[in-house]
């Protein structure tokens, strides 16, 4: 998206977050994209991407020659990027959660027992 439209964009939306609007655009995007390639192609190719560019805006952070919104715009990318990723590999969200759990629990006993994350 264009720099700054998205700025301008930001400044109006809300913070509250429709989440079956959210997930009801990206089932009817991954239908949509029906180019002869299994379901769901070119969106994968549209995650990759995106997971990509906000590779590429951690980067700048660390180097501090990044900004909040690039970095910000980029994450809300890869974000929708995970819920493409939910719909065509037919993943659930408590799924996720559990995994998330799963791997909250391994960082807890990693920093109980080392005091850091490497």
């Not at 970095?71 to 998330?100: F, H, P």
């Not at 006993?109 to 080392?114: D, F, I, M, N, S």
């Amino acid at each position: 998206m264009e720099r700054n439209t998205f700025v301008k964009e930001f400044g109006f939306a809300s913070s509250s977050l429709d989440k079956r609007k959210i997930k009801k655009l990206v089932k009817k995007s991954v239908n949509a994209n029906q180019d002869g390639n299994p379901r769901g192609h070119h969106n994968l190719i549209i995650v990759m991407e995106e997971l990509s560019e906000l590779s590429k805006e951690v980067s700048k952070q660390i180097r501090e020659r990044g900004d909040i919104v690039s970095l910000t715009e980029e994450m809300a990318d890869v974000s929708l990027g995970l819920l493409y990723l939910q719909e065509i590999c037919g993943i659930t969200t408590e799924d996720i959660y559990k995994a998330m759990n799963v791997k909250a629990n391994r960082l807890e006993r990693v920093l109980k027992e080392k005091g850091c994350y490497l």
